[in-house]
């Protein structure tokens, strides 16, 4: 069976495909290959990702999730998911400023490469990083919080330090939001598109070039029936 991305439009090339169960074994491993490479949720539409070594996919590691609630931060397994996260942060009361769009990608794959979300007054999903645990080439550990020299250029590193294990998000008291589909948004309303954009909490534009859909999410109701001309 050939290992493809999401979309099915790149394979990977690498030697092997390892699954390690442990931080011990993945540090063996990374200590032991010429050449390795982390695959996350494999949704990169490029080969970012790809090696022609071994690559490591950390979907059989542990993936408990440890909550600090003075703090409001959770240390979050490198393999864990939007999906699976949120759920966990909001029982404790807790959630991110941002996540993904897609619920299936990994929180550590989005952030090495600068996934942003939706949003124009949400900074990027790297942006809640406060600190990340990585395997080095030598299989040594190494931990880089905020503040340290090193660690602006080490969040969004498309994977190129080493294989992050775990990363520390900040976490702002649970809300919640209600989303407003709308369709039919004109040709003539990105007149203004800046206003739009600024409409939500998180505002997202999808074409097909005959429709344009805008997925429009609130803190309030919207009260205008016919918002920018759409249904």
Do not use: C
């Not at 942060?89 to 941002?98: D, T, V, W, Y």
């Not at 590193?157 to 989303?179: K, N």
């Amino acid at each position: 069976m050939t290992l493809t991305n999401w979309a099915g439009n790149t394979a990977f090339r690498a030697r092997n495909v390892h699954h390690p169960t442990s931080l011990d074994e993945l540090q063996r491993l990374v200590a032991a290959s010429a050449q390795v490479r982390a695959l996350g949720s494999a949704h990169s539409f490029n080969e970012v990702a790809d090696a022609t070594g071994d690559l490591v996919v950390l979907d059989r590691m542990p993936d408990a999730v440890e909550i600090d609630s003075a703090a409001a931060t959770a240390r979050v397994p490198a393999r864990m998911t939007y999906a699976r996260l949120a759920p966990v942060l909001h029982k404790a009361g807790f959630a991110l400023a941002n996540m993904a769009s897609l619920p299936h990608i990994s929180v550590a794959g989005s952030v090495a490469t600068g996934t942003h979300g939706s949003g124009e007054g949400i900074p990027s999903l790297a942006a809640a990083v406060s600190s990340l645990d990585l395997v080095t080439a030598d299989g040594s550990m190494l931990t880089l919080s905020r503040g340290d020299a090193d660690f602006p250029g080490a969040v969004v590193a498309l994977g190129a330090l080493g294989v992050v294990t775990s990363l520390t998000l900040d976490l702002v008291p649970a809300f919640e939001l209600r989303q407003y589909v709308r369709e039919g948004l004109p040709v003539e309303a990105l007149g203004d598109f800046d206003e739009i954009m600024a409409s939500g909490y998180s505002v997202s534009l999808f074409t097909d070039w005959r429709d344009t859909r805008v997925w429009l999410k609130r803190a309030d109701e919207l009260t205008s029936p016919d918002w920018y001309a759409t249904r």
